[in-house]
């Protein structure tokens, strides 16, 4: 019996006649295109609880603030700029966090930061899924740090001191 056609793998790249190294699996805090999670309930129009909920506390008075779906803003400890966003914006925002992989983040991250216990969070809630997310101030890098900078930065949160 003679075996039918096998499959092409496609070219293949020697060098010195050597195959290439495997790729090594990504040590990079950002995760890749196939690390993102989709989640399928991202439509939060119709959601009455807080979409998005971040915050800090610790050794500063704490501060928390509530984005609801229609795009209102509460603040608990906090003085803000603005009252509202607006409902596409705060779409964008779970687009965004799902992008960052914000699904698969580690739920509490503390890094190596002698003397600061200031802890920073993000919580979003949607019709199918719930994560809370918490870091050390001191992480100042990576994507956990850039949707929280962002968020302080949509809401025109202000006070005097560390965050």
């Known amino acids: 019996m003679t075996p039918g056609p096998q499959p092409n793998p496609g070219p293949i790249i020697t060098i010195n006649d050597q195959p290439p190294p495997p790729t090594p699996p ?36 704490p501060a928390s603030f509530q984005i609801f779906a229609d795009g209102r803003i509460l603040a ?24 960052l992989g914000f699904w698969i983040f580690p739920e509490f991250s503390s890094p190596p930061v002698p003397g600061n216990s200031v802890t920073q969070f993000v919580q979003i809630t949607l019709p199918c899924a719930h994560r809370l997310v918490r870091v050390q101030r001191g992480a100042d890098e990576g994507p956990f740090a850039e949707l929280f900078s962002l968020l ?12």
């Open 152 to 163: 302080t930065e949509l809401v025109g949160f202000s006070r005097t001191g560390a965050f």
């Open 26 to 61: 990504s040590t990079s805090p950002i995760p890749t295109f196939i690390d993102v999670i989709c989640i399928p309930c991202s439509d939060v129009s119709q959601t009455q609880d807080p979409v998005i909920e971040f915050g800090s506390g610790g050794p500063i008075p």
């Open 76 to 99: 608990e400890g906090a003085t803000l700029q603005k009252q509202t966003l607006s409902p596409l914006t705060v779409q964008a925002l779970v687009q965004l966090a799902n992008a």
